[in-house]
């Protein structure tokens, strides 16, 4: 069974400053990874998704993540931080062929000026 | 470039009572979900469908029920609102479910339901 844990709920960053929001996975074969983020009162935006093509996935707004098989792991970062990026950021993993996805618990991203 | 709509987009229920949360999409995708949003959590399943005519259980199914009549159209029916149920719903439709990267999910701006 696939499952996903974002290790940290909550992270606090200054503008300007690198981004690193951190995800595990579990899955008993080659998974498909997706960052979603979701800004107060909106709903989801993919960011990026990974699918077994190259292990470093770039998405938007300078957003990237490298599937990591080794450490079962695929976190997010960006080199420097705006203040639009605060938001709600969630590490989803798709179960098979039905595209279920499965959403870890959230990590709240907060940007300080 | 509607994508996927949801009404109403707010709704306050009182325990018993029934209502059908609307979802339709405009891309012609065959997979449509609903999902809830509990306070701090992710999001759950509640039901899928991988076409018209077709849907199946997701993680969290009892209190709710659904039907796809047409390929664009996947409404979210409550029976008798309970306060568990209150929560954020939100629909999301895919072209596919397979690894070829087709299956990204859209989702809708959701609705914000409130059972007292």
């Known amino acids: 069974a696939q499952s996903v844990t974002q290790l940290d709920s909550h992270v606090s960053v200054s503008e300007g400053t690198p981004v690193l929001l951190r995800c595990n996975y579990s899955?008993?074969?080659?998974?498909?990874l997706f960052w979603y983020v979701q800004h107060p009162n909106k709903g989801l935006q993919l960011l990026l998704k990974?699918?077994?093509?190259?292990?470093l996935v770039k998405g938007i707004n300078g957003f990237e993540a490298e599937f990591k098989k080794s450490e079962t792991s695929f976190h997010l970062t960006k080199p420097s931080a705006h203040m639009s990026d605060a938001a709600e950021y969630f590490c989803?993993?798709?179960?098979?062929?039905?595209?279920?996805?499965?959403f870890g618990q959230g990590t709240t991203l907060q940007v300080k000026p | 470039n509607a994508g996927v709509t949801q009404t109403p987009k707010f709704r306050i229920l009182k325990i018993g009572q029934s209502m059908t949360l609307q979802c339709a999409q405009d891309?012609?995708?065959?997979?449509m979900y609903w999902y809830r949003q509990d306070p701090g959590m992710g999001l759950k399943l509640i039901y899928y469908?991988?076409?018209?005519?077709?849907?199946d259980k997701g993680e969290v199914p009892n209190g709710y029920n659904v039907s796809r009549s047409t390929t664009e159209d996947f409404p979210l029916r409550l029976e008798l609102a309970a306060p568990s149920q209150t929560s954020v719903y939100f629909c999301?439709?895919?072209?596919?479910?397979?690894?070829?990267?087709?299956?990204?999910?859209?989702f809708g701006a959701g609705t914000r339901l409130s059972v007292l």
């Open positions: 999301a439709s895919s072209y596919s479910a397979s690894g070829s990267g087709e299956n990204i999910q859209y």
């Open positions: 899955s008993s074969y080659s998974p498909s």
């Open positions: 990974y699918t077994s093509a190259a292990t």
């Open positions: 989803v993993v798709s179960s098979g062929n039905t595209g279920k996805l499965i």
């Open positions: 891309m012609n995708h065959n997979y």
């Open positions: 469908s991988v076409g018209a005519g077709i849907t």
